[in-house]
């Protein structure tokens, strides 16, 4: 990287770029600027602070929790394919307790708004996990993994059915009176349902999407790659698959979207905010490159800057046509 990009990358007022301000919001979340982590891609941060100030992100979404501690799935857990990334982690965490035990302390001292994600495999799961974070004032906000298998109703994912969608929202939301975002599946079969579902419920914005579930297979040892068998996939080839379910759902104006799923440069992140994201979130990018965020927030300044545009707001669903936008 040259020289003078890495001091353009640590200057951490947005207004000093150039005078062009990249503020933007999720809701009633306000945010420096509009380039998140992705959940389960940078732990919880501590890495990635020895890296640069956190503070350069927008926000900070840290790995996904459970009510127990969880060691994951058997490995190999991440998988190597033409155009992405399959893993099957399987929620490797600290649970609930360990996240408040050896976690918030260090997350309270980080600057910029902090979400904790958390998964579930049962309604009680979640209502157990908004109940232990209530009130924290080291987070700003709950992102809901809708992800996981329920339990209950034969390892179906909880976010393929709205029904189920509305049940955890209204579980979280009964016990969390802070921000809550529900982060979808790619693989909803009524992507616009699910979403009426979590805002009825109680969610003020929606993060799009999650991986996608898939596999590989190695042709010599005749078996499937990944010890879980299944994974999800993320990175490039998610990209236009997630870029869909953003466009479809800022048209429909149903809450807020912070979009993300293979977005690995500057101009990936444009697309997003184009089809009416109001801010993006970078995994897999990460996990390649530490300081991916910082390059993307880099590449959406000098856009704004190449196209005359003072302000963010000014492209955020230029893709969408002028009614569609209000929200
Ligand atoms: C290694 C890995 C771990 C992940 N862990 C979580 C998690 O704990 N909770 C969650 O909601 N999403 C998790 N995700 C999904 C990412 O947050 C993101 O939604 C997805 O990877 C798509 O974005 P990307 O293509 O930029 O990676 C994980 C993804 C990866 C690659």
């Known amino acids: 990287m040259a020289a003078d990009n890495s001091q353009r990358l640590m200057a951490d007022n947005p207004r000093l770029k150039n005078n062009i301000d990249i503020t933007t919001a999720l809701g009633d979340l306000q945010l420096k600027n509009p380039v998140l982590t992705a959940s389960g891609t940078c732990g919880f941060g501590r890495e990635l602070a020895e890296r640069y100030e956190l503070s350069e992100l927008g926000a900070l979404i840290v790995k996904g929790i ?18 992405g990334l399959l893993n099957s982690i ?23 708004p902090v979400l904790a994600n958390i998964s579930g495999h049962s309604i009680s799961d979640f209502s157990r996990l ?6 924290r004032q080291e987070i700003a906000g709950l992102e809901v993994n809708v992800s996981c298998p329920n339990i209950g109703a034969g390892g179906l994912a909880f976010g393929t059915d709205p029904e189920m969608v509305a049940r955890v929202a209204e579980a979280v939301r009964s016990y969390y009176s802070g921000f809550i975002l529900v982060k979808l599946t790619p693989a909803a079969g009524d992507i616009l349902a699910v979403a009426q579902a979590a805002r009825e419920s109680g969610a003020e914005a929606l993060t799009v999407c999650n991986t996608m579930p898939g ?13 879980n068998t299944f994974g999800g996939l993320s990175g490039p080839a998610l990209q236009p698959i997630a870029l869909k379910l953003v466009y479809q759902l800022a048209q429909a104006d149903i809450l807020p979207i912070l979009g993300g799923g293979g977005i690995m440069t500057g101009r990936d992140a444009i697309k ?3 089809a ?23 590449g959406i300044v000098d856009y704004l800057k190449k196209h005359n545009c003072g302000n963010l707001q000014e492209i955020i ?9 209000s929200r």
Request: no cysteine; aromatic share 4%; glycine share 12%.
């Open 66 to 83: 459970t009510v127990e501690p969880r060691s994951g799935n058997s490995s190999p857990r991440i998988a190597e394919t033409p155009a």
């Open 90 to 112: 399987g929620l490797e965490n600290p649970g609930l307790e360990g996240f408040i035990r050896e976690e918030l302390p260090w997350l309270a001292g980080v600057k910029p």
């Open 130 to 135: 908004a109940e232990g974070l209530a009130g």
């Open 215 to 227: 596999m590989e297979i190695d042709i010599e040892s005749r078996a499937p790659v990944l010890g």
């Open 272 to 274: 997003f905010l184009l």
């Open 276 to 298: 009416g994201a109001r801010a993006v979130s970078v995994g897999t990018a990460t996990l390649l490159d530490p300081l991916a965020p910082l390059k993307i927030k880099t």
């Open 317 to 325: 669903g230029q893709a969408l046509t002028e009614a569609e936008t």
